[in-house]
Nanobody, 127 residues
Framework: QVRLLESGGGSVQAGGSLRLSCAVT??????????MGWFRQAPGKEREGVAS???????TYADSVKGRFTVSRDNVENTLYLQMNSLDPEDTAVYYC???????????????????WGQGTQSTVSS
């Protein structure tokens, strides 16, 4: 059974940092061939794409996080990461990781690209 398990969320003051991890298990096809993404959903708002990384390492970021967030992947450990720096209260949300089917796209912030989703991890930034 495929599972995406996020961790690393928590509470931090504005200007601080958090590092999210997403451990992927049970994939029938190689993790390395899948596009991976991070999404978030704040209370009362729609889910939005935050960052994505393709199989070749190409990354895409939402304008709101460019220069502050960095997405990376470890294809040996089958783990996706999101380093979040200079956090702002507007970054408060539940963060989800997601996996595409194999050989789908270089990177994408479109949720329709993804077929497997994690349960999410809460990140709260206080002012």
């Amino acid at each position: 059974q495929v599972r995406l398990l996020e961790s690393g969320g928590g509470s931090v003051q504005a200007g601080g940092s958090l590092r999210l991890s997403c451990a992927v298990t049970g994939l029938s096809y190689a993790f390395s061939r899948r596009t991976m993404g991070w999404f978030r959903q704040a209370p009362g708002k729609e889910r939005e794409g935050v960052a994505s990384i393709g199989s070749t390492g190409t990354a895409t970021y939402a304008d709101s996080v460019k220069g502050r967030f960095t997405v990376s992947r470890d294809n040996v450990e089958n783990t996706l990461y999101l380093q979040m720096n200079s956090l702002d209260p507007e970054d408060t949300a539940v963060y989800y990781c997601a996996a595409s089917d194999v050989d789908v796209a270089s990177s994408s912030l479109n949720s329709r690209t993804y077929i497997i989703w994690g349960q999410g991890t809460q990140s709260t930034v206080s002012s």
